[in-house]
């Protein structure tokens, strides 16, 4: 088999008739990212890149499956090397590298923009969201990527509730495909950040016995730490000591050699417009924060919230009494998901930060 860049590596029962064909469990694709064919979501195996032998054993294999003659098989299958598809349940990537996850991005940045003018890319967006299954299987093991993941694009088994893997809806197709790809694209560039194996423990340790920490919990703080790490800044995650003033999620460094601190709070989905709990989450983020450098508290809040007609005059009136009583948390940044209303469905990460002056 001629050298490849990128390859999958076979991993089902279902995967045997592959081996038979190519010899081996190991198998050049091009390009490296799933495709949406019509014979379903799979890695490309460029024809150009196989053996003779593999290509007659592959020609007979589709001409007996399908009942098609073999030169048929031959002209409309290999020429000019067409793509055949690996379905992606059956391998995985064993490596993953910076072109493929910008090659994610970029899918997904293409079908926000389509998607606002009215254009849904479906191949993009399928795109995304299998090359970020095969990323977290990398990050965190098949076993953890079967049991949370592998079955949610196609499936209503209600395993993740951040994911929303109902998918009843055009708009939580949508919305799960958007997370399952900041989750993905998050892990791995963070993946060489000092306290990064700590994140991968709690993902792990995930069970729906420990309510008290859900996924949604961890992938906001891991998106926040991405964004931080996009705008040029060192990220160190901080490990949970429970003890005052020490237990926070981040530090981001700056080329001064100054550090801020950071505490992310999640409000999940399901949390009611509360301000009074608001405030609460406001005070136990400052408790867990140093106070001998500056801090930043982030405060994820459901898109339900910003829908909440007296939202910002109340949050406005808790922040100014929060900021008369503390004085080393120089900022807190609200962040949500919402919905672009313009003629069609996208979804973008919404940022407003309100400083203590």
């Known amino acids: 088999m001629n050298k490849s860049k990128y390859y999958v590596k076979l991993i089902s029962k279902q995967s045997e008739i592959y081996v038979r064909i190519f010899g081996t469990d190991t198998v050049p694709i091009n390009p490296p ?7 379903g979501v799979g890695f490309g195996v460029d024809t150009n890149l196989l053996t003779l032998e593999q290509k007659l054993r592959l020609i007979k294999v589709i001409s007996s499956e399908n009942r098609i003659p073999e030169k048929e098989v031959k002209k409309s299958l290999l020429k000019d090397g067409k793509v055949f598809p690996i379905p992606i349940q059956n391998c995985i990537l064993p490596n993953i590298n910076q072109h493929q996850i910008d090659l994610l991005r970029n899918a997904f940045k293409d079908n926000a923009v389509k998607a606002s003018k009215g254009i849904i890319d479906n191949n993009a967006v399928c ?3 299998c090359l970020s299954i095969q990323v977290v299987g990398l990050l965190l093991g098949e076993k953890w990527r079967k049991e949370n993941l592998a079955d949610t694009l196609f499936t209503n088994d209600g395993r993740m509730e951040y994911l929303k893997p109902t998918l009843s809806t055009e708009k939580e197709r949508y919305e799960h495909q958007f997370r399952m790809t900041l989750v993905a694209d998050s892990l791995f560039r963070l993946q060489h950040c000092e306290g990064f194996d700590l994140k991968l423990e709690e993902l792990q340790a995930l069970s ?3 309510p008290e920490v859900k996924l949604e919990d961890i992938a906001i703080e891991l998106q926040i730490a ?3 790490m996009r705008s040029g800044h060192k990220v160190k995650f901080n490990p949970r000591t429970g003890v005052k003033r020490q237990d926070y999620d981040l530090d981001i460094h700056f080329k001064q050699s100054m550090k801020l601190s950071i505490e992310i709070k999640c ?14 989450t406001l005070y136990a983020a400052e408790k867990q924060l140093p106070e001998n450098n500056p801090c930043v508290v982030f405060v994820r809040i459901p898109t339900n919230w910003t829908e909440y007609e007296n939202i910002a005059p109340e949050v406005n009136r808790v922040m100014k009494s929060f900021y008369r009583n503390v004085s080393h948390v120089n900022c807190v940044v609200f962040v949500w998901e ?6 069609s469905i996208g979804r973008e990460r919404c940022l407003e930060s309100l400083r203590n002056n």
């Open 226 to 228: 991405s964004m931080l």
């Open 208 to 210: 729906p016995s420990n």
């Open 338 to 343: 919402e919905w672009l209303k313009e003629r």
């Open 33 to 39: 990212i799933p495709l949406n064919t019509p014979q």
């Open 267 to 280: 409000k999940r989905d399901e949390t009611a417009v509360n301000v009074k709990n608001l405030r609460r």
């Open 127 to 129: 795109e995304a969201a």
